[in-house]
């Protein structure tokens, strides 16, 4: 016996010897971006693979932030940047009736931050090269295998020529068509929920009331939405014209959509962009697959009602990265444990952004005497009865996320120390407790092996709290 295992032993220190890098990330959008950078901060050696041969494209559909991913940006020094290029909404309307006032939110990006895709993912770039993540443009996952102690990715470089790759652990971040959810055999079930679906960044002559318009009327739903710039994005469907995504699309057909749902296009002129695309729902039912992950688009794809689409992918990394570390680091009681604990806690929150994001779009498309009754009570409910609202409003900033029994977000808490969030950016636990205390720390899956440690200003509070790098109670 213990010369087999001092053989395994040497065979599994012989593989990591071996290994290329500690974590392969393929897929270089928000999601990727974000978790390379918090592992390779963390000192693990990580490359990030995209099948691009070009870095950020300014070309996107995503343009809306939440208040929970700018507290996770805030927890790496990065929000405060990104909220200075945005727009902060305070007001959303919804069907023309209901009014939410995210002002309520109990946290201090009490909005939604119209800010596009490429600006989130300029700050992400940055941030992931200035900790030294390997990236690699032009190159895209053929195939990949995995064993006990490792994953092996072949790949396609930029010139054809083929490449290995060996890591401890592999994570898709890849996108719809995700070529590591391919190579597991993994499903992606689900249905199209809306097709014909337009996109345009336009000019408006006439400045809407609100900051954030969404109605629907007759056979069409509209959406507008402010860059802060002068720009204005434009989102629209009509029941009537249901065609393929490469039919083209001009700035005529936006404007009588707009005028179908809105009663106004707002004078739309100068489109800089304009596309046609359609809407997935779909989830698959395993976000691990032994040393292979899945996050962002590459596990869930919902409509892009509420604008929680890159605000999930980017909360899924936030979730994974420090778990990965711990692992990784040798600093985990119980490593698979940990590692499970992704699938329970992130898997239920897209199942309920899937239903989420379906219930609006479809309220949206209401078509026939019963939708619409049900469409107009829905909108009076939020309007009318504030412990819906606020749950809503919980639902669609991130604010509201928990993960199970005792599980749940912490808000910025001010410390002797300075802000949570900024004593987070260390990317540790944080232990906050009473002056003059030392307390030991729980034997459980999370319990970390190093701490920030913390004081409660309030010198009469004698409680303990532990918080977890995400920003969650551990």
């Known amino acids: 016996m213990l010369a087999n295992d001092r053989g395994h032993h040497h065979t599994q220190e012989a593989a990591m010897n071996h290994q290329d890098t500690d974590v392969l990330v393929v897929g270089a959008g928000p999601t990727g971006m974000l978790l390379a950078g918090d592992l390779a901060a963390a000192g693990l050696r990580v490359t990030l693979v ?100 490792q994953v092996t990715a072949e790949l396609t470089g930029p010139d054809g020529t083929p490449v290995t790759l060996r890591a401890r652990y592999l994570v898709g971040t890849d996108g719809v068509r995700s070529a590591v959810r391919t190579a597991l055999g993994l499903p992606f079930p689900g249905t199209s929920v809306i097709r014909s679906l337009v996109l345009a960044d336009v000019r408006l002559t006439e400045k809407p009331d609100d900051l954030l318009t969404v109605n629907g009327g007759g056979d069409s739903f509209a959406f507008i939405a402010p860059f802060g710039d002068g720009w204005y994005r434009v989102m629209g469907w009509n029941r009537t014209r249901q065609v393929p995504d490469t039919e083209p699309v001009d700035l005529d057909e936006i404007r009588e959509i707009a005028r179908q749902a809105l009663g106004t296009d707002y004078g739309m002129h100068d489109a800089r962009w304009i596309s046609r695309f359609h809407s997935d729902e779909r989830q698959t039912p395993a976000y691990r697959v032994g040393r292979v992950f899945l996050a962002g688009d590459a596990a869930h794809v919902h409509s892009p009602a509420g604008g929680q689409g890159m605000n999930t992918g980017l909360q899924d990394a936030a979730n994974l990265s420090w778990k990965l570390t711990a692992v990784l680091r040798g600093e985990a009681p119980d490593p698979e444990a940990l590692l499970d604990s992704y699938q329970a806690e992130r898997h239920p929150v897209g199942a309920t952004v899937l239903r989420s994001s379906g219930a609006i779009i479809r309220l949206a498309m209401a078509h026939g005497p019963l939708l619409r009754t049900a469409r107009t009570l829905a909108a009076r409910v939020l309007d009318t009865a504030p412990p819906a609202s606020a749950k809503v409003l919980g639902m669609l900033s991130g604010i509201g996320i928990t993960y199970g029994r005792g599980t749940r977000r912490v808000p910025d808490l001010k410390l002797r120390e300075g802000r949570l969030y900024e004593l987070l950016r260390a990317g540790e636990f944080v232990l906050i407790a009473p002056e003059g205390t030392t307390p030991d720390l729980p034997a459980a899956p999370t319990t970390p092996a190093r701490v920030t440690r913390a004081t409660w200003t309030d010198p009469t509070r004698r409680s303990t709290l532990l918080v977890r790098p995400d920003g969650y109670t551990a």
């Open 50 to 149: 995209e099948r691009r041969a070009h870095g950020i494209s300014n070309i996107t559909r995503a343009f809306a932030v939440h208040a929970r991913t700018l507290e996770q940006l805030d927890a790496r020094g990065l929000a405060d940047e990104l909220v200075a290029t945005g727009t902060p909404i305070t007001r959303m309307r919804l069907f023309g009736r209901a009014s939410l006032d995210l002002t309520r939110l109990p946290t201090r990006f009490a909005y939604l931050l119209v800010a596009p895709q490429y600006e989130v993912e300029r700050l992400l770039e940055r941030r992931a090269l200035s900790t030294g993540v390997d990236f690699r443009y032009g190159t895209e996952l053929r195939a990949l295998s995995q064993d006990a102690d």
